[in-house]
Nanobody, 124 residues
Framework: EVQLVESGGGLVQTGGSLRLSCAASGFTFEDYVIGWFRQAPGKEREGVACISSTNGATSYTNSVKGRFTISSDNAKNTVYLQMNSLKPEDTAVYYC?????????????????WGQGTQVTVSS
């Protein structure tokens, strides 16, 4: 059974930092991509960043470039999202998801399995 468990969310002030973790288990895809998504109240789910298991290539949505960094620790089967210079507009529930493919896509409909999410709140 594929499982993705997010952790690391919380309340932080504008300009602060958080590191989210996504612990993955239960899948044996040869190639896969893990993505981070977020959903704010009343808004559609948005792709934030993703990373390829094949070569570590990454992709980011424009609004987080230069502030967020996605990385992976294959020995721990964990993907991280380091979020710096946080803004109130980053407030959302953050989800990690996995797709069994090499393509770096930030479209939620292409991801097969999802975690339960972790809340990130940035106060002004």
């Amino acid at each position: 059974e594929v499982q993705l468990v997010e952790s690391g969310g919380g309340l932080v002030q504008t300009g602060g930092s958080l590191r989210l973790s996504c612990a993955a288990s239960g899948f044996t895809f040869e190639d896969y991509v893990i993505g981070w998504f977020r959903q704010a109240p009343g808004k559609e789910r948005e792709g934030v960043a993703c990373i390829s298991s094949t070569n570590g290539a990454t992709s980011y949505t424009n609004s987080v470039k230069g502030r967020f960094t996605i990385s992976s620790d294959n020995a721990k089967n964990t993907v991280y999202l380091q979020m710096n210079s946080l803004k109130p507009e980053d407030t959302a529930v953050y989800y990690c998801a996995v797709r069994s493919d090499r393509m770096l896509l930030l479209l939620s409909q292409w991801y097969n399995y999802w975690g339960q999410g972790t809340q990130v709140t940035v106060s002004s």
